[in-house]
């Protein structure tokens, strides 16, 4: 299957035509993503950015196939720039290692596709074969890993899949002076409402944060939280469960996602450090975030 380039640092996506009752491609795109209007697709298919499985551009009147691939470039009109710059730990042949900003997505999604942590990277790079190895919230900063090498990728997705891989946090959040420290969170989480939120539920823990105290002050305290496990939205959930919602954060405990991000005014939630045994090289690794949380 032939390799179609990156357009501003955006790899194409691929979607299978399902069973429907469509006579074009275009008629078909329409219904199965109903958020994007006709024309916007019209104009994709004469720019030349959608394709058949061949890497062959499809013109607008395409017929429909079912189980057809299609392979399209994501677009946002007026996609809207973040100033937020990240920075490079780490590079050789296997990793990059990146200090995320706040706000800046590491995926493409939404209304966020060319300006993501990803996007930039292969920009940089000239590389469209980088892998995020795990992912941050958007407004979550710290330490990101990405494989640059394919056949040592699995390798390290190991890591978190075995909780081979020591993850630290640090949050700014509201006292907890009734709780023993250090302590660990366990809950069951499950998808919540809207779809983008967790929830806390009976049932089994499936879900394992240690928390502990750096420092106290009258209004707030610094936290160390290390997730055991990778839940979406785990350790947000956790401190809200307690208590102590982290600050500035718009989903939990109640939605706010209406409010506008404020750069001033970030989720205080930094991934302080990763540290790992490579197991390209079993050297032992430490890669931490030069950023700091004002407290």
Request: glycine share 6%.
């Amino acid at each position: 299957m032939p390799v179609l380039p990156a357009i501003d640092g955006v790899s194409p996506s691929r979607f299978q035509l399902p069973i429907g009752p469509w006579t074009t491609v275009l008629d078909a795109l329409c219904a199965c993503f109903p958020k994007v209007d006709r024309d916007t697709w019209t104009s994709r298919f004469l720019r030349g950015r959608i394709f058949d499985a061949s890497g062959t551009p499809l013109p607008v009147n395409a017929p429909y196939r079912v189980g057809a691939e299609i392979r399209y470039y994501r677009e946002v009109m007026d996609e809207a720039r973040i100033d937020a710059t990240e920075t490079l730990l780490h590079v050789d042949a296997d990793l990059i290692v990146v200090d995320k900003p706040h706000g800046l997505p590491v995926m493409p999604g939404g209304s966020y596709v060319a300006d993501t942590l990803l996007a930039r990277l292969v920009r940089r790079f000239g590389d469209i074969g980088i892998v995020p190895l795990h992912r941050l919230d958007r407004p979550t900063a710290g330490v990101v890993l990405f494989s640059a090498n394919p056949a040592t990728r699995s390798r390290y997705q190991a890591l978190f899949r075995d909780r081979a891989i020591d993850k630290r946090y640090e949050a700014i959040a509201a006292p907890l002076p009734e709780m023993r420290f250090p302590m660990q969170r366990q809950s069951r989480l499950e998808r919540g409402e809207p779809f983008f939120r967790m929830r806390e539920t009976e049932g089994e823990p499936n879900a394992f944060t240690d928390i502990d105290v750096l420092a106290r002050g009258d209004a707030a305290w610094r936290y160390a939280l290390s997730p055991i496990t990778g839940r979406k939205h785990q350790l947000r959930v956790h401190m809200a469960a307690l208590g102590a919602p982290i600050a500035n954060d718009t989903l939990y405990p109640v939605l706010r996602d209406a409010m506008p991000d404020d750069p001033q005014h970030p989720l205080k939630l930094l991934a302080r450090s990763l540290d790992f045994i490579d197991p390209a090289t079993g050297v032992q690794r430490r890669f931490e975030s030069a950023q700091t949380l004002r407290f």
